[in-house]
């Protein structure tokens, strides 16, 4: 006995509608994600640099006057967890362990060495604090990609439905007229395998 | 993981297995019959997965386990005893019910009475009742997927679109093919739920002896303090004094012994014994259903006796499932609660569709339409209907289930004595169930502002439906020879 396939006209034109517009949304989505990350990276990156120029330009005009404990002090008071000071050994001045770490593992966004006491600034990214503060705000883009993906799927099936369904109804009467005339049940299904007279089983 | 990542993963498998259901429903919907009643070929499982589905909603999640810890288990005598009172008096009218053999409720006064105008003024109240019911279902929706995802409970309800819709378009072959795995979902959650409840007072008998004990304010919006002991008292304060939650049995009570989405599964199961068994195996599930909501609520109240936020009673089992206990199930939990809300919401929503199809157009049309028609009309219908109740649902009620005791008491002041007099009295006429429904319309017209404006003690569905009961025996009595006789 053969096996019917179930590749049906419904399902075809269902695959054929569902997969460009799922592959479209997703390529919406993608590049609105990508471009929410990259906006993101930039906004991390230059407000690093931004405070490391800020920090060596301390260095380079009070260093000599206030000493590096005093300007360590200052650096300690600004509570951002990203930035780290090594010395020239690379030795930890400031910054937590895990900051030193992401140093070692490369997260490091922005970093300079120009100050005459020999230190690396460093800006580091946490990358599981990153992912996570890139959902909370790109959930509504999350949402509306997976919210706009369903409906297409949805618009798809009725679409397919539609179509189908007349050519469904067709079979179903060509079936019953083939089953009605003399010697139909030979006629109706001559190849046995259940198909003859519907349409839409592909 | 980050939290909304884990709940927007579960919201796409939620959404993915939805979608695959209603594709593969959509071909057995192509006529009436098969649309609204699956042709009544559901074996006797899945006819108890779409009863018990449909039951729970959110009320009964959202709003009754909140009340539990709140009030204590004087919640279950507002609501969970009148609902079973009530169901035991469905089971009363499932075998003449069935034997009926029509599609809609009102469709019986048809057939009884030869009157197109009983059916689609029935067809108007059951369509206008439901939409307003709906609304329950959108705001536990609303609640959970604010919480889940963060966003404004506005925004939150606009989501329901994407299930209730396409799930109710596939007909009642798609709807309680949902109702199975959204129950199966519920009933998985709710154990797990339970089993942490359990595990963190220590044992299940010290969630009792613990509850026992609680005193306080639940949350900072309460009006008032749990005294010792008040948790386990089968009678309360404010909606759950003694008169109201007596008097809640007509509304609450005879609403759902009369209530079309329970006679619809009735009529659709293969045969009046199916009918009868399904009620029966329901009760036994819904009654652990019960049991596990109400340990959890009283459970909860144990382990946080005050919530330190200001909420309403629906919104304290998401916010505490969310925070206090939250865990890796929490997700999991929350979609169980979705499952609840959208598996009564498509039920309601076909309910809308078959009363304005087949009651209103059906019955007012001159001539009869054709299948696919009506089946599309009641497509129509579904959307029409989806939308209106999201837009009431903008402003929605503060208490669930004080609001859905009071909607499905129109049915019980309207609808019970004509169905029960129609199939259990003889004498019953056409007079007299039109005079029933008049009545029962002027009794809501008049008590109801009055409950409200709290100048009415009791719940305003225990006069009514007595009123509108004598006029059906009045009307009956006095039309009965001029019926007789034409």
Redesign the interface.
Known sequence: MKRRRSLTIENKI?MAVVGICVLSVLCFGFLMLREGYQNKLTQERDKGKELLAYISWDIRQFGDDVGQDAILEGCAALENSGLVILDGQGARLLGTEQGTALVDEGSILADRSDNHFGWRLCYTLDPAEF??SL??EQ??A??AT??LL??T??VG??VS?GIS?PVRRLGGGLRRHWGAAPGGGTGADPHGCGQCGDPTAG | M?K??LY?IY??IY?AIL?VI??SS??DS?SVSKFFMCDRRLPLWRCVCTFVGTWVSAASILSLTGSVYESGLSALTFSVVPWFLGALLIVLISGRLYAAGVTTVPELFRVRYGSRGLQAAYGALLAAVYVLYLVIQIKGFGIVASTL???PYSVAIL?VY?FIL?TS?GGYQSVTRSDVFNLILMIVGLGVLLVIVVARVGSFGGIYSGAAEVTGYAHTGMEYATKAGDLLKPFGQGDFAPLMSISMFFGWGLGLAVNPQYAVRILASRDARSARRMIWISLGLLAGIYFTLSSIGLGMRVLIPTVDASLSTDEIFTYILNNDLYSGWSGFLLFAIIGACVSTANSQLLLIASSCSCDIVGALWPRPLKESTLVNLSRGAVMAGGTLSLMLALSPPASLLTYGGDVWGVFSVTLLAPVFGTLLWKGTTRTGVYAALGSGLAALAVFYPLYYRGALPLHPALPGTLISAAALWLGSVLSRKEEAAA
């Open positions: 269902l992912q996570n959902v909370e959930k509504y999350i949402l997976i919210a369903i409906v799927i949805q099936v009725f439905y369904e | 980050n909304t990542l927007l919201f796409a959404s979608l209603g594709k959509l071909r192509d995802f963060g966003i989501l994407l396409y378009f």
